[in-house]
């Protein structure tokens, strides 16, 4: 079974509008992270935001904030003000313990982002 | 500068060798992993290590080996085992704590003919 999961192939998403990102995730880990990265066509990895299980607050960095629903296990990615520059594939991720195998990281298969002028 | 080496960025080898793609990290990470992605999909782990001396299989270990003697090293060698290795290789590392992101290299393409 997947663990993370990106249903949006690719989105399009006019210049200066918002645009949010889906990623549902699975882990029986109580204490797990989730991160977004951003990937560039130069294929570079750009950490973005991350969100703690625990955290009681949506996690907000500049113009990305993380709209976190723990019982939907839902991590969704907003992009306020979208710039050309954000045209890029978005990758959500998770941090869990496995047991007796140290901290896993899993990335989802990602979501095309292309903004419009 | 603080940062994670990968290397080669292109690799080209003939279809049945063993190859390694080397990743070196001087940030004092404990943990390093290594991710396969094939074009427009997602990342795929191949191997994650904790420790020196210790590494765990990911999803798709098959065909792959790693060591990892040294925390700042952690080679990959694809083997002849592995039935498709064209693809992007990113090697990455992160301190232990589940808070923190993980960082980085600039990848290696590997190229099978």
């Known amino acids: 079974a997947q663990k993370i999961t990106q249903t949006q192939p690719g989105m399009f998403v006019q210049e200066k509008e918002a645009v949010t990102l889906d990623c549902t995730y699975d882990?029986?880990?109580?204490?797990?992270?989730l991160f977004w990265y951003k990937q560039p066509s130069s294929g570079e990895m750009i950490f973005l935001i991350y969100q703690g299980s625990y955290d009681q607050q949506n996690a907000t960095e500049g113009r990305y904030s993380l709209n976190f629903q723990k019982a939907r296990k839902s991590a969704n990615l907003v992009i306020s003000a979208s710039q050309l520059g954000d045209s890029a594939m978005y990758f959500c991720a998770m941090r869990e313990v496995i047991k007796a195998a140290g901290n896993k990281l899993t990335f989802g298969g990602g979501t095309r982002v292309l903004v419009k002028p | 500068d603080g940062g994670i080496t990968q290397s080669p960025k292109y690799l080209f080898r003939k279809e049945g060798q063993n190859v390694t793609l080397s990743c070196e990290q001087n940030l004092n990470h404990d943990a390093m992993y290594w991710y396969r992605q094939d074009p427009g999909q997602g990342l795929r782990l191949i191997y994650y290590s904790q420790i020196v001396n210790d590494f765990q299989k990911g999803d798709i270990a098959e065909g792959y080996s790693v060591s990892r003697e040294k925390k700042e090293s952690f080679p990959l060698t694809v083997t002849s085992a592995q039935k498709n290795p064209t693809a992007f290789y990113l090697c990455a590392s992160s301190v232990w704590a589940r808070n923190t992101e993980a960082f980085f290299g600039q990848g290696t393409r590997l190229t099978v003919v």
């Open positions: 882990t029986s880990d109580p204490s797990y992270g």
